[in-house]
């Protein structure tokens, strides 16, 4: 977001203006910085066969789908639904990757029908899928390095503890199951969570996979999962993408030389590609003055952008109705009648009663985590493109919160 002229612009759009033309809350996505971020992995990663796969439950509208398929992107997709979602939005199966954890077989048999690549993640599903198809329908792996790659304990996947991935400590029973049924393995992957730190644990990861990935002989991609961290703060540190891209293109060219097959890389980034890109934008209903803070009360809620209760994650409050006015402390709270706060202590600009305020970091996980809780609506999304805002879902109505309930006979 930038400001113009003491108004506030998201991707040459005048934010204020937005809301007054789609209403309060509004969720609004800048597809030029999706793009920027899309581009910053292509550009670090330019001298290997390098193939991104966006991972869609971050963001799944189907526009935003489409925008990535427009830059060349695969989808990664954790449910048969997502599966379905992307090839409505026309990306081939060869482009899309099916990763679920945990889900049955016959989800499993109807994502191999629909010709999409498929992820495993656990052994038992790994033998049943062999005994089933045997080396008709090639996998990939998902293996747990058990590496930690930082944030949240809720959203980190490599760790011992974790539910994700089949242990690197089952190698042989691993093996074992994909000689026995005669299984074609096409890809390996990991993904060991979100908000990697530090690149050098990220490539302490690779080298377990990489060493595991010899084991099998017909190999066509290794897939690095994701797991960017992006910054969340104005000093906030991030994933050096550049840095990242140096080491382990230099890494893998050499894997690829020793494998005797050049391979591609691929990678499933949710959060690096659309979190900056979004902003969430809400009305201040009420300034209320306690003994102990100003509460700013918004007119939404954890029903609408859940992480900051959820998993505390931080997303940066600005009062986009005031630039230029004095800073005073505030805790931001939403209107669901449960604890909702946005954010404790916050420095905003003073804020008054109907001032907007904008949530920076609203792309990933945010539209994609609401709810009609306390039967609320959920809001409308805009996008911005090539400087011309674009409604993208309507702000649901009160026949969307009775769509599929039944009034029975009893009463
Ligand atoms: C959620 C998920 C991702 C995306 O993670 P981000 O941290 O949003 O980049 C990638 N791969 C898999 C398998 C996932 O479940």
Same mark, same amino acid.
């Given at each position: 977001m930038e400001l113009i002229n003491n108004r506030y612009q998201i991707g040459g759009i005048d934010a204020m203006s937005l809301v007054e033309k789609y209403g309060s809350p509004l969720y609004v996505y800048d597809n030029a910085k999706m793009k920027a971020q899309y581009d910053k992995i292509t550009g670090a990663f330019n001298d290997v066969n390098l193939k991104i796969n966006y991972a869609?439950?971050?963001?799944?509208n189907i526009n935003v789908l489409r925008f990535f398929k427009k830059l060349g992107s695969g989808i990664d997709a954790v449910s048969i639904q997502e599966v379905g979602l992307a090839l409505k939005a026309g990306?081939?199966?060869?482009?899309i990757i099916y990763t679920p954890n945990c889900v049955s077989m016959s989800e499993i048999e109807e994502a191999v029908n629909t010709g999409v690549h498929i992820n495993i993640d656990n052994l038992s599903i790994l033998e049943q899928f062999g005994h089933t198809y045997g080396d008709k329908v090639p996998v990939c792996i998902r293996i747990n390095p058990h590496i930690l790659g930082g944030g949240h304990d809720k959203i /980190?996947?490599?760790? !011992?503890? /974790?539910?994700?991935? !089949?242990?690197?400590?089952?190698m042989r029973h691993l093996l074992r199951v994909i000689e026995t049924n005669n299984m074609q393995i096409e890809g390996i992957h990991m993904h060991t969570g979100?908000?990697?730190?530090d690149v050098d644990v990220f490539l302490r990861g690779t080298e377990i996979l990489l060493e595991a990935a010899v084991?099998?002989?017909?190999?066509?991609y290794v897939d690095f999962g994701s797991g960017f961290k992006v910054p969340y703060k104005p000093d906030d540190i991030f994933t050096d993408i550049d840095d990242l891209g140096r080491k382990l293109t230099k890494r893998f060219k050499e894997f690829c030389k020793n494998y005797g097959k050049d391979l591609v890389l691929m990678f499933e980034p949710g959060k690096f590609l659309v979190s900056e890109a979004g902003y969430f934008l809400a009305t201040v209903n009420v300034i209320k003055q306690t003994t102990a803070t100003v509460f700013a009360g918004l007119d939404t809620g954890l029903n609408h952008l859940i992480r900051p209760m959820f998993y505390d994650s931080y997303h940066h409050i600005i009062n986009i109705s005031k630039p230029h006015a004095k800073t005073r402390i505030y805790t931001v709270v939403g209107?669901?009648?449960?604890?909702?706060?946005?954010?404790?202590n916050r420095k905003i600009n003073e804020i008054a009663e109907g001032d907007i305020l904008a949530f920076y970091?609203?792309?990933?996980?945010c539209y994609a985590m609401a709810s009609n809780y306390n039967s609320r609506f959920r809001p409308a999304e805009v996008m911005v493109h090539e400087g011309k805002d674009y409604l993208i879902r309507k702000r649901e109505n009160m026949d969307d919160l009775l769509h599929n309930q039944i009034e029975s006979e009893i009463f």
């Open positions: 869609c439950k971050a963001l799944t990306f081939s199966p060869d482009d /980190s996947t490599g760790h !011992i503890d /974790s539910k994700f991935g !089949i242990s690197i400590y089952q979100s908000d990697i730190l084991s099998f002989r017909e190999l066509k209107y669901i009648c449960e604890t909702d706060t946005f954010g404790w970091n609203a792309g990933a996980y």
